[in-house]
Structures are given as C-alpha cells and as structure tokens.
C-alpha cells in the first residue's frame, strides 16, 4: 500500500514564493522518480519538473529559472520550490511516483498523489 501526502499549496500573490512537498510511504524498494505535474481548468496535465532515478532532472519551459525540484531519498520525498509566481502558474499540482514495489517480486507502479491547488492572483 503506497499513499503519496502532497501538501504547501495555497493562494499566494504574483512575484510570492510557495515550497511543495510531497511524501510517499508504504513498501518502497526504491524510487525510480518522483515529480510534479499541474493542471489548470480546461487544460491537459503537464509536466512541471521531474528527477530521474540517476538525479537527472527535467523542467518544463515555462518554469525554468523559477521552479526548483529537489528530492530526499532518505524521506522518500520531493519539493518544488516556486518563486517568482506568475497567475498562469495557478493551477492543481500533482506528485507523481515512479516506484519499485517490493512484494512477491519488486514491481514498477506509477503512482499519483490527491493534488494541491496554487492560485496566484492579486
């Protein structure tokens, strides 16, 4: 049983900074990645910023220079740091987990947290 807990979202003000963080417990062998995806109103999921298993990390455009992931294995957590918000920011973030489940076998599973809303406005 895998449960992914998302939490730092809020309203915040254009140029305003929030730090998102989100935990995965349950019977992890180990973490291939982990990330974060938005999704706004009318709109596809997107991908924000993800770190590979090997540290590779990938940014969307839009945020590059204004988001930072970073991860803690030890934890089995990941944060996006935003700063610099713009309201084309708003929108429901959601953590996402590549995992290696240890079971009978040690299995991949994709898993998806509940989602946390950022509203950036004035």
């Known amino acids: 049983q895998v449960q992914l807990v998302e939490s730092g979202g809020g309203l915040v003000q254009p140029g305003g900074s929030l730090r998102l963080s989100c935990a995965a417990s349950?019977?992890?062998?180990?973490?291939?990645?982990m990330g974060w995806y938005r999704q706004a109103p009318g709109k596809e999921r997107e991908l924000v910023a993800r770190?590979?298993?090997?540290?590779?990390?990938n940014y969307a455009d839009p945020v590059k220079g204004r988001f930072t992931i970073s991860r803690d294995n030890a934890k089995n957590t990941v944060y996006l740091q935003m700063n610099s918000l713009k309201p084309e920011d708003t929108a429901v973030y959601y953590c996402?987990?590549?995992?290696?489940?240890?079971?009978?076998?040690?299995?991949?599973?994709?898993?998806w947290g509940q989602g946390t809303q950022v509203t950036v406005s004035s």
């Open positions: 770190i590979g298993s090997g540290g590779s990390i």
């Open positions: 349950g019977s992890i062998f180990s973490i291939q990645a």
């Open positions: 996402n987990a590549d995992l290696l489940i240890q079971g009978g076998e040690v299995r991949e599973y994709e898993y």
